[in-house]
């Protein structure tokens, strides 16, 4: 039995709604705008289970999760590809011929490489977090999709800017035209970071660095600067969706490193084009 829960969120005039859908056995989010493109196949996976390989989880573990995802989202698993994420912004250009890198062991993952852009049909790209901002693109126009995991460094570094400008490289993709999703991640409520963080955004984003609760620590607002970013390389506002969902507070709903520490798994952002 499937079912589908709308959670309404805002973003000054807009409003979104993010979709959780699954069965009695997983269940993931998506995008309003992404949902709507039939060619399209996206996620969210929620905190039920971690797709992560780690030190807590068995691979065997690993391995079956990402199965039961690939079965319930309707991708074909040995076509997930997955980066060894390092917070850094490299962007991977994945062919036909890596499929299946990083699908089902972590020793075949792209190495470094903290974005994923292709344009072939059936592949499905997947990012990692756990209160990193993942962000989700798709040129309709040319048909090419995107997937990033910004965490601070990332996002500081501009990582959303860096895979525009690959697709505009690679396929002449124009920033009017390209959609793109910023899923759940820690909130500007709870990415509270010393003056050493805060200084690093301060420059180029002072309206996004808030004094904090404590004395001495600072408000950063992760999800307005990837999205301000995005605006630069040319998106279009009304093309930038964002979940406004906190991590750190969404207890039932995802993981989080912040709250949980050392033992919190990983949930992922995965985009793939139909076969046409």
């Not at 949902?35 to 690993?62: C, K, M, P």
């Not at 990402?66 to 917070?87: D, I, Y």
Request: proline share 3%.
């Amino acid at each position: 039995m499937r079912w589908i829960l709308l959670i309404f969120v805002g973003l000054k005039k807009q409003r979104f709604m993010l979709q959780k859908v699954g069965n009695s056995l997983f269940s993931y989010y998506r995008f309003e705008h992404l949902a709507e493109r039939t060619e399209l196949i996206h996620f969210i996976s929620s905190g039920d289970h971690t797709i992560g390989f780690s030190e807590q989880q068995t691979a065997a573990t690993i391995c079956y999760n990402r199965k039961l995802l690939a079965e319930t989202v309707g991708f074909e698993v040995n076509n997930l590809v997955t980066g060894h994420q390092v917070h850094g912004t490299h962007v991977a250009v994945v062919g036909k011929d890596d499929a299946g890198k990083g699908a089902l062991s972590a020793e075949s993952r792209f190495p470094n490489t903290d974005a994923l852009v292709t344009d072939c049909e059936g592949v499905c790209l997947m990012v990692l977090s756990a209160d990193c901002v993942p962000v989700l693109f798709y040129d309709p126009s040319r048909r090419v999709i995107a997937a990033a995991h910004a965490g601070w460094r990332g996002t500081a570094a501009n990582i959303v800017g860096e895979v525009v400008a690959k697709m505009q490289q690679h396929w002449k993709c124009e920033p009017k035209n390209i959609l793109a999703a910023i899923g759940p991640s820690i909130g500007p409520c709870c990415f509270e970071v010393d003056e050493e963080v805060a200084a690093v955004f301060r420059t180029s984003y002072p309206d996004m660095v808030h004094a904090g609760i404590c004395e001495g620590k600072y408000q950063v607002d992760l999800w307005n600067v990837n999205r301000y970013e995005l605006l630069k390389a040319g998106l279009v506002d009304s093309n930038i969706e964002v979940a406004e969902v906190c991590t750190v507070c969404s207890r039932e709903s995802f993981f989080s490193y912040r709250r949980q520490g050392k033992t919190a798994g990983r949930f992922g952002a995965g985009i793939c084009l139909r076969h046409s």
